[in-house]
């Protein structure tokens, strides 16, 4: 089993650019985990997610979006009921949502951000810093972020022998200039 849950979040249907809504052409929200020494993918779909991106001024950026636990797809429909309803998974009866948002966005290098995030999954919010990446190219933005995050500090699938700790995410979205 796996612990889909961060990606989800940044990226959506409805993004704000500059202030202005863009129309987005496609957005991921995706995990891996091992379990049994295999590496399960996973993802959520539909992410729902606001971005405030202040061009000028990179620091006063928002980013923020939420995902519903239901929407957790592994490719294993026993699996993903299990993450889906367990107590020590997702436990989506009680908590509907998981959520990210940032709290805070440094610039690095050209088209390098340093995002700050604060993660809620099963009532439980905790902060983490990943690197997103920006890219022009053609009339669009493409924006992405890969990190890893440890399942137990969120308290999902408790101690597990076959379940591997660390879940590897990979945000992406493509959308309109």
Do not use: Y
């Not at 052409?25 to 996973?42: H, L, P, R, Y």
């Not at 729902?48 to 797809?73: C, D, F, H, L, R």
């Not at 699996?79 to 948002?101: A, C, G, I, Q, V």
């Amino acid at each position: 089993m796996k612990l889909p849950f961060l990606l989800f979040i940044l990226f959506t249907l409805n993004l704000t650019l500059f202030g202005q809504s863009q129309r987005v052409i496609s957005c991921t929200a995706e995990f891996k985990i091992k379990n049994a020494g295999i590496t399960v993918d996973g993802s959520f779909n539909p992410v729902n997610a606001t971005i405030q991106w202040n061009e000028k001024n990179p620091s006063a950026s928002k980013i923020s979006g939420e995902v519903m636990a239901q929407s957790v797809k592994t490719g294993i429909a026993l699996r993903d009921r299990h993450l889906r309803e367990k107590s020590e998974f997702f436990n989506s009866p009680k908590f509907p949502k998981l959520s990210m948002e940032s709290v805070r966005i440094e610039p690095e290098q050209a088209g390098n951000f340093q995002v700050t995030w604060d993660l809620t999954i099963k009532g439980l919010t905790l902060r983490f810093k990943s690197l997103l990446h920006r890219e022009l190219k053609a009339g669009q933005t493409r924006l992405w972020t890969d990190f890893k995050i440890d399942r137990r500090q969120w308290k999902v699938g408790g101690n597990s022998l076959t379940m591997g700790d660390i879940v590897s995410v990979h945000l992406e979205a493509l959308f309109a200039n």
